[in-house]
């Protein structure tokens, strides 16, 4: 209920009043600052970034907060319905937590990284339109496409990684799952004549979900902790100098 009612109206708020900080900085900031002079910068962070306070960080929160949930339940499960599993599941949750540990730092600057090189790509498309008439007078068309085809070859070396990033968390959490469920099933048959087959066969169910939870667990919540570079963005233009901070004085003791 806290997930359903709660999550998403806080979420909501906090990216409200986070636009309209960050939004009245932008505004009484300077003309010189280099925020304000680079439109695509600033276009980037009320569309892309707003947007995904305003809908995919709460998805996302909520959806690692369900995958969490259901983890802790199968696990619950495997160490009641057969206890002789227990140092199995131990062991590989040690294993889980050190490949989580190296995966996530790399998965958040993989994000961080496609989240920054979307903002000179939109600010160089932007100033393109804008100057096309100079471009084409001065003949650096050729230039302003080279400049373009540069930014989305960085923007797809960012994307591809991160691509074969998750692929390789993939496939260690595959390994784990398999290694998991080769000793749950073990145990279930050293112990088939002291334990009833319907509890054996709960145990192995559950075995068999546990690599595709973990892997939405670990992926749902390193997503939502990346996208938190989107609130550092928005946060950057909250420490702009103001003109009343100093500049209009200045300004007007040099006339």
């Known amino acids: 209920s806290l997930q359903a009612s709660k ?6 708020d906090a990216s409200s009043r986070l636009h309209t900080t960050s939004f009245w900085c932008a505004l009484h900031s300077p003309y010189s600052s280099p925020l304000a002079i680079s439109s695509g910068q600033l276009l980037a962070r ?32 495997i160490s009641v319905s057969s206890p002789l599993a227990l140092p199995v ?20 600057q993989s994000a961080r990284m496609i989240s920054v090189l979307h903002g000179p790509l939109v600010a160089h498309i932007t100033e393109s339109v804008r100057g096309r008439e100079y471009i084409r007078a001065f003949g650096q068309g050729d230039r302003s496409s ?53 509890l054996s066969g709960l145990s192995l169910t ?19 902790d990346a996208q938190f570079a989107s609130v550092e963005r928005l946060q950057d233009l909250e420490v702009l100098v103001q003109e009343g901070d100093g500049h209009a004085g200045a300004w007007t003791s040099r006339r």
């Open 146 to 198: 080279a400049d373009a085809v540069a930014l989305l070859e960085a923007g797809a070396r960012a994307q591809i990684f991160n691509v074969g990033l998750q692929r390789w968390f993939a496939l260690q959490l595959e390994l784990l799952g398999a290694v998991t469920l080769l000793c749950v099933a073990v145990l279930c048959v050293a112990t088939r004549h002291r334990k009833s087959l319907g």
């Open 206 to 224: 559950y075995a068999l979900t546990l690599t595709a939870l973990a892997k939405y667990f670990t992926n749902s919540g390193t997503r939502a």
């Open 7 to 12: 999550g998403p109206l806080l979420c909501l």
């Open 89 to 108: 599941v131990l062991l590989v949750a040690l294993v889980f937590r050190s490949v989580v540990h190296a995966y996530r730092p790399l998965a958040a």
């Open 46 to 77: 009320f569309s892309k970034d707003l947007d995904v306070l305003d809908s995919k960080l709460p998805a996302m929160l909520a959806q690692a907060l369900t995958c969490a949930a259901a983890l802790l339940s199968a696990l619950i499960t």
